[in-house]
Protein backbone atom coordinates (compact mmCIF):
# COMPACT_ATOMS: atom_id res chain seq x y z
CA UNK A 1 0.00 0.00 0.00
CA UNK A 2 1.25 3.58 -0.76
CA UNK A 3 2.56 5.46 1.89
CA UNK A 4 -0.20 8.65 1.01
CA UNK A 5 -2.88 6.25 1.38
CA UNK A 6 -1.93 4.71 4.18
CA UNK A 7 -1.78 8.23 5.77
CA UNK A 8 -5.07 8.64 4.39
CA UNK A 9 -6.55 5.91 5.97
CA UNK A 10 -4.94 6.01 9.15
CA UNK A 11 -6.25 9.81 9.93
CA UNK A 12 -9.18 8.66 9.88
CA UNK A 13 -8.95 6.04 12.32
CA UNK A 14 -7.30 8.72 14.75
CA UNK A 15 -10.29 11.08 14.09
CA UNK A 16 -12.35 8.04 14.21
CA UNK A 17 -14.14 8.54 11.16
CA UNK A 18 -16.22 6.54 9.06
CA UNK A 19 -14.84 8.00 5.78
CA UNK A 20 -13.09 4.25 5.08
CA UNK A 21 -15.83 2.07 6.57
CA UNK A 22 -17.14 -0.82 4.39
CA UNK A 23 -13.76 0.09 2.12
CA UNK A 24 -10.79 -0.80 4.18
CA UNK A 25 -10.19 -2.94 7.74
CA UNK A 26 -7.46 -2.19 9.96
CA UNK A 27 -5.71 -4.66 11.33
CA UNK A 28 -3.81 -4.45 14.38
CA UNK A 29 -0.63 -6.67 13.99
CA UNK A 30 0.15 -6.47 18.32
CA UNK A 31 -3.16 -7.79 19.15
CA UNK A 32 -4.04 -9.71 16.54
CA UNK A 33 -7.72 -8.09 15.86
CA UNK A 34 -9.37 -6.41 13.35
CA UNK A 35 -11.60 -3.06 13.54
CA UNK A 36 -13.51 -0.99 10.91
CA UNK A 37 -11.54 2.15 10.61
CA UNK A 38 -13.95 4.28 13.07
CA UNK A 39 -13.86 2.06 16.11
CA UNK A 40 -14.03 3.80 19.09
CA UNK A 41 -12.22 0.65 21.13
CA UNK A 42 -8.37 1.00 19.93
CA UNK A 43 -6.21 3.30 18.55
CA UNK A 44 -3.58 2.21 16.99
CA UNK A 45 0.04 2.86 16.38
CA UNK A 46 0.48 3.26 12.85
CA UNK A 47 3.57 0.83 12.73
CA UNK A 48 1.38 -2.29 14.28
CA UNK A 49 -1.47 -1.43 11.57
CA UNK A 50 -2.38 -2.81 8.48
CA UNK A 51 -5.43 -2.37 6.13
CA UNK A 52 -6.89 -5.01 4.39
CA UNK A 53 -10.12 -4.48 1.83
CA UNK A 54 -12.36 -7.46 3.17
CA UNK A 55 -13.28 -8.65 6.35
CA UNK A 56 -12.02 -12.36 4.54
CA UNK A 57 -8.94 -11.19 4.21
CA UNK A 58 -8.22 -10.05 7.67
CA UNK A 59 -9.43 -13.23 8.80
CA UNK A 60 -7.02 -15.41 6.84
CA UNK A 61 -4.40 -13.56 7.65
CA UNK A 62 -5.06 -14.65 11.44
CA UNK A 63 -6.76 -11.76 12.52
CA UNK A 64 -10.06 -11.98 14.47
CA UNK A 65 -13.04 -9.38 14.83
CA UNK A 66 -13.20 -6.78 17.21
CA UNK A 67 -16.23 -7.08 19.98
CA UNK A 68 -16.90 -3.74 19.65
CA UNK A 69 -16.99 -2.16 16.32
CA UNK A 70 -17.70 -6.12 14.58
CA UNK A 71 -16.10 -5.20 11.64
CA UNK A 72 -17.50 -9.16 10.24
CA UNK A 73 -21.00 -7.79 10.14
CA UNK A 74 -21.71 -5.62 6.93
CA UNK A 75 -25.36 -4.44 8.28
CA UNK A 76 -28.03 -4.01 4.77
CA UNK A 77 -25.12 -2.83 2.68
CA UNK A 78 -22.47 -4.49 1.15
CA UNK A 79 -19.25 -2.42 0.27
CA UNK A 80 -19.90 -1.91 -3.02
CA UNK A 81 -23.03 -0.22 -1.58
CA UNK A 82 -21.35 1.49 1.28
CA UNK A 83 -18.87 2.79 -2.03
CA UNK A 84 -21.34 4.12 -3.63
CA UNK A 85 -23.13 5.77 -1.14
CA UNK A 86 -20.33 7.74 0.30
CA UNK A 87 -19.90 8.67 -3.27
CA UNK A 88 -23.51 10.41 -3.64
CA UNK A 89 -22.52 11.89 -0.17
CA UNK A 90 -19.22 13.40 -1.44
CA UNK A 91 -20.99 14.48 -4.34
CA UNK A 92 -24.01 16.31 -3.01
CA UNK A 93 -21.66 17.73 0.19
CA UNK A 94 -19.22 19.04 -2.17
CA UNK A 95 -21.16 20.86 -5.00
CA UNK A 96 -20.01 23.89 -5.31
CA UNK A 97 -16.42 23.07 -5.15
CA UNK A 98 -14.89 21.35 -8.68
CA UNK A 99 -16.06 17.11 -8.54
CA UNK A 100 -14.21 14.90 -11.08
CA UNK A 101 -13.93 11.05 -10.79
CA UNK A 102 -10.76 11.26 -10.07
CA UNK A 103 -11.23 13.97 -7.55
CA UNK A 104 -13.79 11.11 -5.91
CA UNK A 105 -11.81 8.27 -6.37
CA UNK A 106 -8.98 10.35 -4.38
CA UNK A 107 -11.25 11.02 -1.35
CA UNK A 108 -12.49 7.22 -1.11
CA UNK A 109 -8.86 6.07 -1.05
CA UNK A 110 -9.53 3.95 -4.58
CA UNK A 111 -8.70 3.96 -8.38
CA UNK A 112 -11.22 6.00 -10.81
CA UNK A 113 -11.18 2.71 -12.80
CA UNK A 114 -12.58 0.68 -9.77
CA UNK A 115 -15.33 3.44 -8.31
CA UNK A 116 -16.54 3.92 -11.78
CA UNK A 117 -17.35 0.68 -12.48
CA UNK A 118 -18.26 -0.63 -8.69
CA UNK A 119 -20.48 2.54 -8.94
CA UNK A 120 -22.17 1.79 -12.14
CA UNK A 121 -23.09 -1.48 -11.57
CA UNK A 122 -24.73 -0.42 -7.94
CA UNK A 123 -26.47 2.52 -9.04
CA UNK A 124 -26.99 1.59 -12.94
CA UNK A 125 -25.95 5.13 -14.01
CA UNK A 126 -22.13 6.47 -13.60
CA UNK A 127 -20.70 9.42 -11.09
CA UNK A 128 -21.06 11.93 -13.12
CA UNK A 129 -24.48 11.16 -14.57
CA UNK A 130 -25.77 11.51 -10.73
CA UNK A 131 -23.46 15.20 -10.12
CA UNK A 132 -25.57 16.56 -13.51
CA UNK A 133 -28.80 15.56 -11.35
CA UNK A 134 -28.11 16.59 -8.66
CA UNK A 135 -26.55 19.95 -9.54
CA UNK A 136 -29.85 20.71 -11.24
CA UNK A 137 -31.71 19.82 -9.20
CA UNK A 138 -29.91 22.00 -7.04
CA UNK A 139 -30.12 25.01 -9.61
CA UNK A 140 -33.93 24.86 -9.93
CA UNK A 141 -34.36 24.74 -6.25
CA UNK A 142 -32.13 27.58 -5.85
CA UNK A 143 -33.88 29.87 -9.01
CA UNK A 144 -37.35 29.25 -7.74
CA UNK A 145 -36.21 31.58 -4.89
CA UNK A 146 -35.91 35.21 -5.08
CA UNK A 147 -32.85 35.72 -3.58
CA UNK A 148 -29.97 33.90 -5.18
CA UNK A 149 -28.42 36.11 -8.45
CA UNK A 150 -27.77 33.60 -11.28
CA UNK A 151 -24.09 34.34 -10.86
CA UNK A 152 -24.73 33.00 -7.15
CA UNK A 153 -26.55 30.14 -8.29
CA UNK A 154 -23.62 28.87 -10.50
CA UNK A 155 -21.34 29.18 -8.20
CA UNK A 156 -23.05 27.07 -5.56
CA UNK A 157 -23.44 24.46 -8.08
CA UNK A 158 -20.02 24.27 -9.07
CA UNK A 159 -19.73 26.34 -12.14
CA UNK A 160 -16.79 28.63 -12.44
CA UNK A 161 -18.59 31.37 -14.71
CA UNK A 162 -22.59 32.44 -15.05
CA UNK A 163 -21.98 31.81 -18.32
CA UNK A 164 -20.96 28.29 -18.59
CA UNK A 165 -23.48 27.49 -16.10
CA UNK A 166 -26.43 29.46 -18.66
CA UNK A 167 -25.21 27.31 -21.84
CA UNK A 168 -25.31 23.92 -19.42
CA UNK A 169 -28.61 24.55 -17.67
CA UNK A 170 -30.08 25.67 -21.30
CA UNK A 171 -28.80 22.51 -22.95
CA UNK A 172 -30.07 20.09 -20.17
CA UNK A 173 -33.53 21.77 -18.95
CA UNK A 174 -34.40 23.38 -22.35
CA UNK A 175 -34.88 27.22 -21.24
CA UNK A 176 -32.59 29.39 -19.16
CA UNK A 177 -32.05 30.34 -15.89
CA UNK A 178 -34.14 33.11 -16.24
CA UNK A 179 -36.79 31.82 -18.32
CA UNK A 180 -36.85 28.94 -16.09
CA UNK A 181 -37.54 31.65 -12.84
CA UNK A 182 -39.88 33.49 -14.53
CA UNK A 183 -41.48 30.72 -15.99
CA UNK A 184 -41.58 28.92 -11.87
CA UNK A 185 -42.66 32.89 -10.27
CA UNK A 186 -45.53 33.00 -13.16
CA UNK A 187 -46.58 29.70 -11.89
CA UNK A 188 -46.40 30.48 -8.13
CA UNK A 189 -48.87 33.18 -8.63
CA UNK A 190 -51.33 31.63 -10.49
ZN1 LIG B 1 -13.08 -2.39 16.77
Redesign the pocket.
Known sequence: MEQKLFDLIYASVLAKEHTYDGIYYTCVRTTRIF??PS?R??TPYPQNVRFVNSPEEAMKLGFRP?K??K?EEAGELGPDEIMAAKADHLIEQGLSRPVTLNILAGQLAVSPFHLQKVYKRVKGYSPAEYLQSVRMKEAKKLLAQDGPTVAMISRAVGFRSPSHFTVWFKREAGCSPRDYRELYMEGDRV
Open positions: CRCARCRCP
